[in-house]
């Protein structure tokens, strides 16, 4: 097991059985358990709300009883929104997954207990789990969604297991241009600004600069500046055509 395993108890609806597994799959998770699904198991519409991720719905295994569900497992959380006056750890998710990172490296198994969508866990039910997990939500309107909630908890196991590292991220098309290749470019500016007498008398020297910070800060790449070179020579070219 190298991975937390999400327990739903008794959820009723298949979507949101289906947006369980999506979730999963979304932040690398697929073991999944079920306890006595509300209607019966498999249901209709939960491959569809899935939405592909039915490797995790094909191997979902079936439980009768939360404690058969939690049986081989060495660490397990239970999920609520409410305080339920045991006396456990009470860890929020970021945290949670760290502890459950930590386990699972040490070879236990970890499990994450869900609650039925219209009345949660029971308390002897959370009474079996080793801590409780809840989520920093506004006290007045605490109860997300079942899916949203494993979805939660699926995204800090991943970021822990991560170290939150993005599967792709910005990218400069060529480096930023070598110095050398700036300063012949500004000289170039400089001088056909000069043919046009576009500095004043005795401003040059601070406008040249002021221009050169402009292009420092823009960070132009090799490619951007020759872009450049070569549209300011177009202009240049095209005015000493006309004026011949
Ligand atoms: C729709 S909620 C159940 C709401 C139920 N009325 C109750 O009060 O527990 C379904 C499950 O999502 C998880 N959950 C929802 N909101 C949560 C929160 N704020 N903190 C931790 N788990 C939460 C729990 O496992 C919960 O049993």
Redesign the pocket.
Known sequence: MLHPIIIL?EPQLAENIGMVARAMANFGLSDLRLVSPRNGWPKKGAHSAASGATHVLEGAKLYDTAREAIADLNYVF?????ERGQMKRVFG?EPAMAEAHARIASGQGVGI?????????ENDEISLADAI???P?DPKF?????A???L??SYEWQRRATGGALPFGSEQSTPPAPREMLVSFFDYIESELDAVNFYPEDKKPIMARNMRDIFHRLQLSEQDVRTLRGAIRAIAEGRRLRNR
Request: aromatic letters at 6%.
């Open positions: 108890v239970a999920t609520t929104a409410r998710p207990l869900f609650g039925r969508e219209r009345t949660g866990l997990v809840t989520f939500v605490s109860s997300l969604n079942l949203q909630a494993v939660l908890m």
